[in-house]
């Protein structure tokens, strides 16, 4: 059913003419060095990137290879830092100009590639390339897979991405979780909760990567640390500020330090790069019936299907969970029938911490681990609970599938796909204006 | 290792022009915090709205440059109003859950590919700031041996300082003004303004746009000095680090935010100098395994995060301010 074909990806990577030439300036990189630095302020000294994308498999009526045109590359340094991005044009190229020398990573971003082109799923959507000004032009060239995917019909393309809407919306479930757990038990909004899930990423790849742990034991293992930082971090900081009587205010502040300070520690630990765990890394998709889904995508929804009603039931049913909802209505009605509330905080922000370091290392699965994973969940999971209701864990359940699907199905309705996210936006503060409570929430609890 | 150097590059930095942008929209922040209680985790939004204002109008739009001006400030108002409206009714954390989450938004259309017709895409904008520099009446730079500075940074300062000099004399006007009172006591308990028959929530917005407004002009300030506007540079690290120098200097000053910004780029620039001399050359003073270069920049950040937490914690008046006037507590 599906033919496959090889396309080539060649990146030439050289010291091209000053800024003039760039609009002309494609296949062959010129190697004559740039005497003096072009005018432009953006273009630096007149290096660039140049990319060619071509489907090798079919070729035009020259014998060339089909050119690929208006798919996005996006050039970022080793920090993670976008410097550059260009749509390749009618004859499959781009430029992409650059300040300076260095180890640059290229990425193709697989959205934008024409209807009935599909990456190969044993490729990667990354190219490192290296720049050195002065030296030799670099030609750097690698074959990327390319199947044809049949042409999708509307119906199919709108099926798709609510089955891949689930998907997200459970894992950003389990962070949701996690913040209304905590948000429960302590009233702080916590602003560092985005870090929180970049640690369920970057702690599985250390696992996996540098311990050599299979992904899932990492994963398994990544959700321990997370329970131990969860204790950790109420013990050290949160539950002496509570001591102290420290207002919600100067917490919520207190939040943002710590998300500054955790958000620089993966950067500084993890680096900047987007790196991709040693196994899942892409699988092909099956069919079943009219939904296509991957055995990772699979396995992703079924375990977050698991521990979200492992925790929905434990919430309803067992001592700890009473006593959680307990001092979540009312804490000093707990802690005068005899609670302690201290201990039952400190559960909460154990689960909650455990709960979010699972959505990030199901998310890591499902895409790649970054240092940024977290920061552009926060907002979903933000849209998510005040959807939902703060503090209430139906809540954050149905505002997280609702966030989920309405991000993923916004592209098929025509939102630009790269901010496929202002839809969460819209519906923040529509809920706002609308029924600030949130769906579930209550009345009481919005001030 | 160079001490003399780091000094300079710090003090240099402290009275440049970076400095003075994290001033203004510390300035802004004093206004919604300092004095309202008004948690805008979203400065770098407003800033974002106020400089692509001015250079969309002028690339994209070839409006004139002082009708840039103009949609730089109509912008940040704006969207004051459009964050303002659902959520200054509600507790606190709503405010912040909406500035934050529409400046990381912001962030992502402007960067994003399909309209780098109209923001530039990752590259941003340019060439919108020609109007500004031949305004420049200085010949040449400044050089006083120790610190020196260029033609075009001369200019950038002259003007900014007298910026942030006109906010302050602002925000020293209002808020000694009855007005500033009825914000002040807002902050303290909302509820007894609002049984003294003050429209709470008027104030609150009246509060919410000045502070934009200023946020704005931070960035409008930020997309002069810099000729480029660029999308990644608003992201939220940019509010955090505004924070930091507003509860350095302390919150409901008129001069805290100023004193702040100063003392918080010395020590932050002095910081990245000495970490990247610790880590230059091929045999550096760290070794390699522990910090390379690339890392060495970030090591202010990761102390910049430390000192908010412990600031707020431990010192949340800054250095000038009243502890009674930040015992902000409630909604």
């Known amino acids: ?447 | 290792m160079d001490f003399l150097d780091i000094l300079r590059t710090a003090l240099q930095q402290a009275l440049g022009p970076t400095a003075i942008v994290y001033a203004l929209a510390a300035i802004g922040l004093n206004v919604h915090f300092g004095y309202t209680g008004l948690l805008n985790f979203g400065q770098s939004g407003f800033m974002a709205v106020g400089a692509y204002g001015l250079a969309v109008s002028v690339v994209v739009a070839d409006l004139p440059f002082w009708v840039g001006i103009f949609f730089a400030f109509l912008a940040p108002l704006v969207l004051a109003i459009i964050l303002g409206l659902p959520t200054l009714r509600l507790r606190a954390d709503y405010l912040a859950i909406a500035t934050i989450a529409s400046s990381e938004v912001l962030r992502l259309i402007f960067g994003s590919v399909e309209m780098k017709d109209t923001f530039g895409g990752s590259n941003g904008l340019t060439g919108y700031s020609s109007a500004y520099k031949d305004l420049n009446p200085y010949s040449g730079g400044l050089d006083w041996g120790f610190i020196s500075y260029r033609r075009d940074d001369l200019w950038n300062i002259t003007v900014g300082w007298i910026l942030v000099a006109l906010c302050c004399l602002v925000v020293w006007a209002l808020m000694r003004s009855p007005w500033g009172r009825v914000l002040r006591s807002i902050r303290e308990d909302e509820d007894a303004v609002r049984s003294l028959g003050k429209n709470v929530f008027a104030y609150k917005m009246q509060a919410l746009v000045l502070g934009g407004m200023i946020g704005g002009l931070a960035g409008l300030y930020f997309a002069l000095k810099q000729s480029s506007v660029v999308p990644t540079d608003y992201n939220t690290n940019l509010t955090f680090l505004a924070y930091t120098a507003l509860l350095i200097g302390g919150a409901a000053r008129v001069l805290g935010p100023v004193v702040g910004a100063v003392i918080f780029w010395f020590l932050l620039s002095g910081l990245g100098e000495f970490f990247s001399q610790m880590t230059r050359g091929t045999d550096p003073i760290l070794p390699s395994w522990l910090m390379d270069q690339t890392q060495s920049s970030l090591v202010r950040f990761i102390l910049t995060g430390l000192a908010l937490m412990l600031l707020m914690i431990y010192r949340p008046q800054g250095i000038f301010g009243d502890r009674r006037e930040i015992a902000i507590d409630g909604r």
Not at chain 1, 10 to 19: G, I, S
């Open chain 1, 1 to 447: 059913m599906v033919s496959r074909l090889i396309a080539l990806l060649a990146v030439t990577a050289a010291l091209l003419l000053p800024v003039a030439a760039f609009a002309d300036e494609t296949s062959s990189p010129s190697p004559s060095p740039s005497e003096s630095a072009p005018a432009g302020e953006q273009v630096g000294d007149g290096t660039a990137i140049g990319v060619t994308l071509s489907n090798a498999s079919e070729t035009t009526e020259e014998g060339t290879p089909e050119p690929i045109p208006g798919v996005t590359l996006t050039v970022t340094t080793p920090d993670g830092e976008e410097v550059g991005e260009a749509v390749t044009d009618a004859e499959g190229k781009a430029n992409i100009p650059l300040e300076m020398a260095g180890t640059y990573t290229v990425t193709l971003d697989e959205d934008t590639l024409p209807d009935g082109t599909e990456l190969d799923s044993s490729t990667r959507t990354e190219l490192e390339v290296k720049i050195v000004i002065g030296g030799r032009p670099t030609f750097v060239a690698f074959p990327i897979g390319v199947q044809a995917a049949e042409t999708t019909g509307f119906a199919q393309k709108l099926v798709d991405s609510i089955v891949s809407g689930i998907r997200f919306g459970l894992i950003v479930a389990l962070a949701a979780l996690g913040l209304s757990l905590i948000f429960g038990a302590t009233g702080l909004t916590n602003f560092a909760h985005g870090e929180l899930i970049t640690m369920g990423g970057v702690v599985t790849y250390w696992f996996n990567r540098d311990a050599g742990l299979p992904v899932i034991a990492a994963g398994a293992a990544t959700v321990v640390v997370s329970a131990l930082f969860g204790y950790a971090q109420d013990k050290v900081l949160w539950r002496p500020l509570r001591r102290r009587g420290t207002g919600l205010i100067a917490m919520m502040i207190v939040s943002i330090g710590f998300a500054l300070f955790l958000r620089s520690i993966w950067q500084y630990t993890f680096g900047g790069q987007t790196k991709t765990l040693d196994a899942y890394t892409t699988q092909a998709r099956k069919s079943y019936g009219p939904i296509h889904l991957a055995d990772k995508e699979i396995a992703i929804i079924l375990v977050s299907i698991v521990v979200i009603t492992i925790v929905c039931v434990a919430m309803m049913k067992t001592r700890l969970g009473k006593a959680m909802r307990a001092v979540s209505d009312n804490p000093a009605l707990s802690a005068s029938s005899g609670m302690r509330v201290d201990s039952v905080i400190s559960n909460a922000w154990i689960l909650g911490t455990a709960l979010t370091g699972l959505s990030g290392v199901l998310l890591a699965v499902n895409s790649q681990v970054s240092f940024q994973n977290g920061s552009r969940m926060l907002l979903l999971v933000f849209a998510a609970v005040t959807l939902g209701g703060l503090g209430t864990i139906w809540g954050a359940l149905f505002g997280s599938m609702v966030i989920g699907i309405v991000v993923e199905v916004g592209p098929t309705f025509g939102v630009p796909s790269s901010i496929k996210e202002v839809g969460a936006l819209v519906v923040l503060i529509l809920i706002l204006l609308i029924r600030p409570q949130g769906i579930l929430g209550r009345r009481e609890r919005i001030g």
